[in-house]
């Protein structure tokens, strides 16, 4: 098995990105589903490149880092959709996005 040590609090604030974009999704599809589309659609994304983006990493890929410099610009975006809105899980969100797209850059130019 390839170690992946080195990438573990990337990997760790993936997954804490896309758990937070998926428990903000299901939230505004809930309260207000055609006026938070933008939101749902970019926590979509987000989650599911955060989970891409940790796998590259546990298998130790050679495109680490392209990939997660895409991450960290999809999170970004999806940070500024959600810092938009008030309500908690948007700003919850908001702030792991950051929090992974730090993270990602610091991967990407290593």
Same mark, same amino acid.
């Given at each position: 098995?390839?170690?992946?040590?080195?990438?573990?609090s990337?990997?760790?604030a993936c997954? +804490?990105? $896309?758990?937070?974009?998926?428990?903000c $999704?299901? +939230?505004?599809?809930?309260?207000?589903?055609?006026?938070?589309a =933008?939101?749902?659609?970019?926590?979509?994304?987000?989650?599911?490149?955060?989970?891409?983006? +940790?796998?590259?990493?546990? =298998?130790n890929?050679?495109?680490?880092?392209?990939?997660c410099e895409d991450c960290a610009?999809?999170?970004?975006?999806c940070?500024?959709?959600?810092?938009?809105? +008030?309500?908690?899980?948007?700003?919850?969100?908001?702030? $792991?996005?950051?929090k992974?797209?730090?993270?990602?850059?610091?991967? $990407?130019?290593q």
């Amino acid at each position: 098995m390839v170690s992946h040590d080195h990438y573990q609090s990337c990997i760790d604030a993936c997954i +804490a990105c $896309a758990e937070a974009c998926e428990r903000c $999704a299901e +939230a505004c599809q809930r309260e207000d589903a055609a006026k938070m589309a =933008r939101c749902i659609a970019l926590d979509t994304d987000c989650a599911a490149f955060c989970r891409l983006t +940790a796998d590259f990493m546990r =298998r130790n890929s050679e495109y680490v880092d392209l990939v997660c410099e895409d991450c960290a610009e999809i999170c970004k975006g999806c940070s500024d959709e959600c810092s938009q809105h +008030a309500e908690d899980h948007c700003q919850e969100c908001a702030l $792991a996005c950051l929090k992974c797209a730090e993270e990602c850059l610091k991967m $990407a130019t290593q």
